[in-house]
């Protein structure tokens, strides 16, 4: 089992940074590959970024790429997304998941979720 809650969503102006972090909880987080997934009123929730258990292989949508960094901390059970140039399009819901993944990251549709948290970008 892993428990995951998200902080740091909030509004800013476009072309501002916003840094979200996701705090893990159960020993099989750092087993398990960690993605960021968004949802935007209307739309489907869709992969923005993903990482490998260890960290070596990342993914990012082609809409982010340049712009946003995943990372985590294994030893701190934490998981990040750092986001910056941001766009109006970007404003969504954003949330953690984890998943004992078998396969390439980008199809990632992760096992567990957390609460999500907002992100809204003015133009």
């Known amino acids: 089992q892993v428990q995951l809650v998200e902080s740091g969503g909030g509004l800013v102006q476009a072309g501002g940074s916003l840094s979200l972090s996701c705090a893990a909880s159960?020993?099989?987080?750092?087993?398990?590959?960690m993605g960021w997934f968004r949802q935007a009123p209307g739309k489907e929730r869709e992969l923005v970024a993903a990482?490998?258990?260890?960290?070596?292989?990342?993914y990012y949508r082609d809409s982010v790429k340049g712009r946003f960094t995943i990372s985590r901390d294994n030893a701190k059970h934490m998981g990040y997304l750092q986001m910056n140039s941001l766009k109006p399009e970007d404003t969504a819901r954003y949330y953690c998941?984890?998943?004992?993944?078998?396969?390439?990251?980008?199809?990632?549709?992760?096992?567990?979720w957390g609460q999500g948290t907002q992100v809204a970008v003015s133009s």
């Open positions: 990482i490998t258990w260890n960290g070596g292989s990342t």
């Open positions: 998941a984890a998943e004992a993944l078998f396969a390439p990251i980008s199809t990632m549709r992760g096992d567990y």
């Open positions: 159960g020993r099989l987080f750092s087993d398990s590959a």
